[in-house]
Structures are given as structure tokens and as C-alpha cells.
């Protein structure tokens, strides 16, 4: 499996802008999340990434041209080189899984019932770390995810500066994804 750990708080650059890469890979940050990769761009971008020693995520969901299944989840592995996923589909995430792939899984806390869900979810979690948005909402509510995660928990979301940015370091969570470049 990739060898991402969440020893120390990560602020993972979302990259939904291709120009704004370049600002990542200079950036201190040791993972990045490729949000706006096809299957045409995926390969050079991660050979990007790797080639400042960092490691590339991507969101299954916004992999444009991209199938989702087991040859699917081979070539992001094997071809394209890719160290973890994002998805909101634990299916997806399980067949990653199979390929040695990192896992985070996303989860989106729009009332209580997705509250709920997210608990029972996080409780059994066969993933390697979980993404609650947006980050305002994951922080009032980070106690009583801890009481059933025992997998990292990242916010993402709506982090509108530096102030916010430090409050969910401080809230205790381990890591933030983030599309504002001046907060990479």
C-alpha cells in the first residue's frame, strides 16, 4: 500500500484549476489531490507530483473518461501510478483497497441523517482515512466522530482562511483539503 500517514496536520492542495499545480508542487504540502485529471493528463500530472517526492490523490468522482471498476481501479494503480483515492462510494473504495491503494472516503454532513450514516459508517470503516464536509459543520461535530472513528478524519470545505485553517488544526483533526492557493 502507498505509504501516506497522517503523523503530522496535512493541508492537501485541491487542484481544481491545472495552473494552479505548479503553486502546489512548490508548496510544503506532501500529498495533493488532482481534481481536475482525465485519463488524458492523469499520467504526467502524477509523474509530476511524484517528481517532488509527494503523493497524488484523486477523486474517483471527478476522474474525467474514467471507469470505475476493477480494470479501472488496476490502471490507476499500475498505469497511471496513482497512491490513494477519494470517493464517496465504499464500493469503489473497497475495490481500491484490493489494489493496494490508499483510501479516504468523503462524507457529506447535510442534516442528521447523514450524520447518522457517517456514524454508522465510520464505525465499521474499512478505509484508511475520511474526508467530513464542509470543514464548519465537521468541526462542531469532530466529538462525536471521534467517538467512533478510529481512522484519521481530514475537514474540507468552505475554509475560508487562516483563522479557519487553524481552528481545525486545533479541533484536532488531521489534515484539511483545500482549493484556496493562498492557504496551501
Known sequence: MSNIEFNEFEVIPSIRKLNNLEVALESDARIILLTDAHIA??????????????????????????????????????????????????????????????????????????????????????????????????MDLFDDLMQVARIPLLAGGFIRDREMLNKIRERGFKGVTISDKSLW
Open 41 to 138: 493528463n492523469l499520467k504526467t500530472l502524477v509523474e509530476m507530483v511524484h517528481s517532488k517526492g509527494k503523493k497524488a490523490l484523486v477523486n474517483l468522482e471527478l476522474i474525467g473518461g474514467f471507469g470505475k471498476d476493477h480494470v479501472g481501479m488496476k490502471l490507476l494503480k499500475n498505469h497511471y501510478h496513482v497512491d490513494g483515492v477519494m470517493s464517496t462510494d465504499s464500493g469503489k473504495l473497497g475495490m481500491a483497497k484490493r489494489y493496494e491503494l490508499f483510501t479516504i472516503q468523503r462524507f457529506f454532513l447535510i442534516d442528521s441523517r447523514s450524520f447518522e450514516t457517517t456514524m454508522k459508517i465510520l464505525e465499521s470503516a474499512r478505509v484508511d482515512g475520511a474526508e467530513v464536509l464542509p470543514a464548519i459543520t465537521a
